[in-house]
């Protein structure tokens, strides 16, 4: 389990993560959204002891990674799948880091085969793509067989056939009871990957509840129509209670209504409805809406 307190982290005159708590438990994939810029990779780093607090307290099942020896043993990260040492074979480079960790050398070849690089296990790093960097990556989180598992951006470069491995990777490693966070920008992988989601912006918490609850909490539903009679329809809707947000001059969006009642009324007034049809915002618009004023850095804002 991993457990936020209170933390805040100081750049300067940049508060990059502002007073943020939450828990990630165990047995569950937990995705933790945010913006680009919004204090991910800051909160990881300080999980992994990398970065020291400006306050606040983080513990891995309730004591400081920093303070553990051997500590892949106890916590398996996948930060940034570029930074290894292009020179070397993937077989050294987690061999190097069972070494250091004192972990048996014959767990090198057990888990490169379980993240499908077996073949290339002699191959320079060098020479590998991005996708087969991050199956290194997620190997090298792998290899102390931990069970606390952080990963930031684990799906990039990966092809589909790829994504769908590291899906079900992840919901392996929740079902043996391991605690398994997954920072990312992408709320529509996450709505395929996740069970709860922590979302933040500007270093503070925007949300902390499970991926069904942000669904019905966010994810808006409403009744398209389509009408000549746009106007009139307008009025009968706003009168019995719903709301309608016009998207053109013969359409808009009914909220308040189930689709039914918005055609009985119709039918009751007289009104021709060219189009009904039920439609329900994606997760992804959604986080969108949510984060909007979160966005550090937005395409032509010219500041």
């Known amino acids: 389990m991993i457990e936020i307190e209170r933390l805040n982290k100081r750049y300067g005159d940049k508060l990059a993560v502002d007073d943020l708590s939450f828990t990630v438990r165990p ?8 913006p680009n810029g919004a204090g991910k990779s800051t909160t990881l780093r300080m999980v992994l002891g990398l970065n020291t607090p400006t306050s606040g307290t983080v513990t891995v099942d309730g004591v400081p990674f920093a303070g553990r020896p051997r500590g ?45 690089l077996g073949k290339a296990a002699g191959r320079r790093i060098g020479g590998y793509s991005l996708g087969m960097k991050q ?45 398994v966070f997954v920072s990312s920008h ?48 307008v009025t009968v809707l706003t009168d019995a209670g719903a709301e309608v947000r016009r998207d053109g001059p013969e359409t808009g969006l009914v909220t308040g209504l189930p689709a039914a009642r918005i055609g009985e009324l119709a039918l009751r007034h007289g009104v021709v409805l060219h189009e009904l049809a039920p439609r329900t915002s994606s997760l992804e618009s959604a986080f969108m809406s949510l984060t909007a004023d979160s966005v550090e850095y937005l395409a032509g804002d010219a500041r």
């Open 135 to 179: 199956r290194l990556g997620i190997a090298g989180a792998l290899l102390g067989d931990p069970p606390v598992l952080l990963f930031d951006e684990p799906l990039n470069g990966l092809d589909p056939e790829g994504v769908l491995w590291v899906r079900g990777l992840f919901r392996r490693l929740a079902e043996e009871g391991r605690t």
């Open 27 to 34: 047995g569950t994939v937990t995705g933790f959204l945010g």
């Open 186 to 233: 992408m709320m529509a992988e996450m709505e395929h990957t996740a069970d709860r989601l922590i979302v933040i912006g500007r270093g503070r918490l925007i949300a902390d509840e499970s991926l069904a609850d942000f669904s019905a909490r966010h994810a808006a539903a409403g009744v398209a129509v389509r009408t000549p009679e746009l106007a009139s329809l």
């Open 72 to 116: 892949l043993r106890h916590v398996g990260a996948l930060l940034d799948a570029q930074d290894v040492h292009g020179g070397r074979s993937a077989r050294a480079h987690l061999a190097a880091l069972a070494r250091s960790n004192r972990i048996p050398l014959g767990r090198v070849d057990e888990v490169l085969a379980e993240v499908g």
